[in-house]
C-alpha cells in the first residue's frame, strides 16, 4: 500500500542511485543550498528521487539492526540477548514499515501546516520532504550493526538534532514564509515529529516484548 500510495517505480529507482547519494551528502554538508533546490523541481523528479533516496536510506537502521541483534546482540547487563534470523526478518519487516509509515505522517503533518501559508505543496512534495530531512536519523542508524547501548543512544541524539536543523532550515524555503512564522510552524512540526518518535519507540519496545513470541 505503501508503494502504491507513493508511486513506486522500482526501473526508475536504481537509475537515480548516484543522484540520491549526490543529494544525501549535500543535505548533510550544504543543507541552506540543497533544500531550496526541492522549490524548482517538478512532480516527477520529486517522486523519482524520494523513491530512490527516502526507501533505501530508510532500510539502513532495519538491516543494521537485523545484523547486529542477529550476530552480536544486546547486552543489558545480565547477559548478551541475541535472536535468530527468522525472527530478526520478521520484526526488521516491521520496523520498516513502521519507519516509512512515520515520514507519510510527518509529510502529511506538514502537509496540513502548509495551508497556513502563501505556498501550498502537494502533499507528495511534503512527504517527499519528510523524507529528506529525516537522512540523518536514517544514516544514524548505522551503528546499530554493532549494538552499544550508549553508542545507538548518542547517534540517535545526534540523528534528531540535525534533523531538527534541517526542518530549521527548510521551512522557510519549501513553504516560503517569513523568519517568524516559519519558526512557528517548524517548532510545532517539531514537537509533533518528537511524539511520533516516541511513539515509534514504544512500538519498538512492544514489538521486541511481544513480537518475538509471536512471530518465533
Known amino acids: 500500500c505503501i508503494f502504491l500510495f507513493t ?3 522500482p526501473e526508475s529507482r536504481w537509475e537515480n542511485g548516484d543522484v540520491m547519494f549526490q543529494y ?17 523541481w517538478d512532480d516527477d523528479r520529486i ?28 547486552d543489558f547487563g545480565n547477559g548478551v540477548l541475541r535472536i535468530a534470523p527468522a525472527t530478526a526478518m520478521g520484526l526488521g519487516v516491521l520496523f520498516y514499515l513502521a519507519i516509512l509509515a512515520c515520514v507519510m505522517l510527518m509529510g502529511y503533518v506538514i502537509y496540513r501546516m502548509a495551508h497556513h501559508g502563501p505556498r501550498q505543496p502537494s502533499l507528495q512534495r511534503c512527504i517527499a520532504f519528510a523524507g529528506y530531512i ?18 545507538c543512544c548518542l547517534a540517535g541524539i545526534a540523528g534528531v538534532l540535525y534533523t531538527s536543523y534541517l526542518l530549521y532550515v527548510g521551512i522557510p524555503f519549501f513553504l516560503e514564509l517569513g523568519k517568524e512564522e516559519a ?13 511520533v518518535l516516541e511513539a515509534l519507540s514504544l512500538a519498538l519496545v512492544l514489538a521486541w516484548r511481544y513480537g518475538i513470541a509471536l512471530i518465533s
Open 134 to 151: 529525516a537522512t540523518p536519523m536514517f544514516i544514524s542508524g548505522v551503528v546499530a550493526i554493532y549494538p552499544l547501548i550508549w553508542l
Open 47 to 74: 517522486m523519482l528521487l524520494s523513491q530512490s533516496h527516502v526507501l533505501p536510506l530508510a532500510a539502513i537502521p532495519v538491516v543494521c539492526s537485523m545484523f547486529g541483534t542477529t550476530h552480536f546482540g544486546w
Open 183 to 195: 519558526f512557528t510552524i517548524s517548532s510545532s512540526i517539531l514537537a509533533i515529529g518528537v511524539l
Open 7 to 9: 508511486g513506486w517505480q
Open 24 to 40: 544525501a551528502w549535500g543535505l548533510l554538508t550544504h543543507p541552506s543550498v540543497t533544500l531550496p533546490e526541492l522549490r524548482s
